[in-house]
């Protein structure tokens, strides 16, 4: 590992909206509160942000059901324009975008440039969609009846996003969420809050009409969403984060009935057989693991290897990761920024740590740099032991943690044994092999000899406790449509 100390601009690189973004204006919280955000690469304050109470919430959602009606009538095309008009703003802010999520977040700046482009697809792929909500006009078998089947809005919907990809995970959301006609209230998460309120003001700025959608940071998640899931003006919740939070924001939403999607954790298995092209292997496990620090949902959590290729992978990864610069993600050599938090490098370690003790080897790094900030080094562990935690957790963390194998029954087995299912990636060769075990993975998400799945055109989302709903895709605007039949009687004339 190579650790760089070059110290981090000291001023953000624009004048970054700092308030609650309510009905087209940008307020202070109605109680005055503020919440600091932090640099993750060294644990100073960035700037302070206004902290939504849950009056702000309720201000936030009435102004969404405010702006609804006219937003669910205006003409497709004119949707279509607002969002096309913020693609190309986003894409002219990329520098200043990704310099924002860099101090916030931690990525280096190539990575927050990387998700500067994925969040503008979204709203490209979007705006494309939303000309293309079609129906249906049919026939009941009997013929006694004509059906028309129609789409439109779900209604006002609420967004809740996590901190590894914040102006990506915002964007993923309000993009089908305006193509179809809702209008919204985004929380985002207390840590990376300046990515989704610039997000707010390039939406205002391609002209989106005030109150379509609304942007309340809060350090008082539960006290302001839960009063809006329960009023019932809330008809959709959109939620990614944790399974835990998912399952008490799903029993919240189950008072008033909310439609909801459910993006959740991970814990991908990454199966390496041995008939793969190593090379490949490895660069895919780099990818899968390393993307984000190992903070993504879709990140490589348990490696499975072929007994007769293992040491030799292990090697191999071990001298990609442990060759990777840590340092501030502002720094433009560095390819590994810092954790997210204090507590999310105690808990990484704590998995390390956990597997070392039951036996695992280390074959780089593991120990943490010494000086500011919230690094911790790529690190790979080679035989561990299946009863270790990291192996049932989600790691979070760049970390990987190398079991291995020894036949095609026995790894699609040891893959499924979790109660999540998000992504899964397998490295062989052989196609029906491939085919056979892709299939056979109980995921949402399949890289095959690749270590990415996330598209804009591709629908994301995860089976089992990884939650529900598809975001991107052809799929991605149906979670913000209701399906709507008309029936009429055939009269006996028309009967032919
Ligand atoms: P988290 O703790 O579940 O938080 C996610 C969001 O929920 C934050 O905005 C958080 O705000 C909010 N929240 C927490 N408690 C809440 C409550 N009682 N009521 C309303 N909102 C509440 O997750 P995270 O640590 O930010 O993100 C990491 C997790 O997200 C991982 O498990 C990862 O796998 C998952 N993830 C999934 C996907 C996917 O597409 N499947 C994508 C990215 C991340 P506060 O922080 O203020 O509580």
């Not at 009935?257 to 057989?273: D, H, I, K, Q």
């Not at 597997?355 to 080897?361: I, L, P, Y």
Request: aromatic share 6%; glycine share 10%.
């Amino acid at each position: 590992m190579t650790t760089i100390d070059a110290p981090a601009p000291d001023r953000l690189p624009t004048d970054v909206p700092t308030r609650l973004f309510i009905g087209g204006r940008w307020i202070a919280g109605s109680d005055g509160a503020t919440m600091p955000v932090e640099d993750p690469a060294t644990g100073q304050v960035l700037c302070h942000v206004a902290d939504a109470s849950p009056a702000d919430g309720v201000a936030a959602l009435d102004a969404a059901r405010a702006a609804g009606p006219a937003w669910a009538a205006a003409p497709a095309r004119e949707r279509s324009r607002v969002l096309r008009r913020a693609h190309d703003l986003v894409v002219s802010r990329t520098e200043e975008l990704a310099l924002v999520m860099t101090r916030e977040m931690g990525k280096p700046l190539a990575e927050a440039r990387g998700e500067v482009a994925y969040a503008a697809g979204f709203l490209e792929w979007f705006a494309e969609e939303a000309v293309r909500i079609g129906g249906e006009y049919g026939r009941t078998p009997n013929g006694a009846a004509r059906t028309v089947v129609t789409r439109r809005p779900v209604g006002t919907c609420l967004l809740v996003t996590p901190w590894n990809f914040p102006l990506a995970m915002a964007a993923r959301k309000i993009a089908p969420a305006l193509a179809a006609g809702c209008t919204v209230v985004l929380k985002p998460a207390p840590q990376t809050p300046l990515s989704s309120l610039l997000l707010a003001e390039i939406l205002a700025e391609a002209g989106l009409p005030a109150g379509a959608v609304n942007v309340v940071p809060t350090s008082r998640a539960g006290e302001v969403v839960a009063p809006l899931l329960r009023s019932g003006h809330v008809r959709k919740l959109s939620f990614t984060g944790s399974t835990a939070v998912g399952r008490l924001l799903l029993a919240q939403a189950s008072d008033a009935v909310v439609r909801t999607s459910m993006e959740l954790g991970g814990n991908a298995p990454f199966l390496v057989f041995d008939d793969a092209d190593l090379d490949v292997a490895v660069d895919g496990a780099v990818q899968a693991k390393m993307r984000n620090m190992g903070e993504a949902c879709v990140a490589a959590n348990r490696f499975f290897v072929h007994r007769s290729v293992a040491t030799e992978f292990a090697e191999r990864l071990g001298a990609r990761m442990g060759s990777l610069v840590v340092g501030p993600g502002t720094s433009p050599t560095t390819q590994v920024g810092p954790l997210i938090d204090a507590g999310s490098r105690a808990k990484v370690a704590g998995l390390v740590d956990d597997a070392v003790a039951r036996g695992a080897e280390v074959v780089c790094g593991a120990a943490i740099p010494s000086g500011s900030g919230y690094f911790y080094p790529p690190t790979v562990l080679a035989g561990v032991a299946p009863d270790s935690a990291l192996v049932s957790e989600e790691i979070f963390g760049p970390v990987a943690a190398i079991q291995v194998f020894d036949t095609d029954d026995d790894v699609v087995a040891l893959a499924n044994a979790t109660v999540w299912g998000l992504a899964g990636y397998v490295f062989t060769r052989d196609l029906d092999r491939a085919l056979s075990v892709a299939e056979a993975l109980d995921v949402g998400m399949v890289g095959l000899n690749g270590g990415a799945v996330s598209n804009p055109a591709a629908p994301f989302g995860g089976v089992k406790q990884s939650g529900f709903g598809r975001e991107g895709g052809r799929q991605g605007i149906e979670e913000y449509l209701d399906v709507k039949m008309i029936m009429i009687p055939v009269r006996d004339r028309d009967r032919r």
